[in-house]
């Protein structure tokens, strides 16, 4: 895939490499959650970053409870266009064929994401890592919250 220079710093020194699918993630970005969700919408959220440094990212995760399939990941971020393309790109990834079951979605990695995106500059893969850590502490949120839906199912359905 060929890559053409985007963005040239100030000082002309160095480039930036976005390759087409970074590009088309960051201007058409898959799932992203512009409102608030609705209640009993996702059944796992996870926030991760710091205001203060500019990058916050938050991933929503519906969980089918019988097949631990990711059926539904939605996010929003305050960050920059490589966040927003490999978040974009994440949540594409974990909803396809299906859903990922939350055993294999917890084994991707930020490398996963640079593949799938055809790699961002070496100062921008930091970005990468805010979504597979918001995606990690979704699944954390539904491990612990998430899980007592079903056990709530099981009590109202024996009343």
Known sequence: MKKNKDV??????????YSATVKEHFFHPRNVQLKNPKAGEFNG??????????????????????TKRIKKCTWRTFGCASAIASTSMLSAMV????????????KL?????????????????HCSVLGDQALRAAIQDFNKIGQNQKSKCKILVSR
């Open 8 to 17: 040239i710093s100030q000082n002309n020194k160095e480039s930036w490499l």
């Open 95 to 106: 909803t396809r064929r299906g859903g990922l079951k939350l055993a294999d979605a917890e």
């Open 109 to 125: 990695t930020p490398k996963d994401i640079l593949k799938e995106l055809g790699g961002l500059p070496a100062r921008k893969i």
């Open 45 to 66: 959220v996870g926030t991760v970053g710091s205001p203060a440094c500019g990058d916050v990212m938050t991933i929503w995760i519906k969980v089918d409870l019988k």
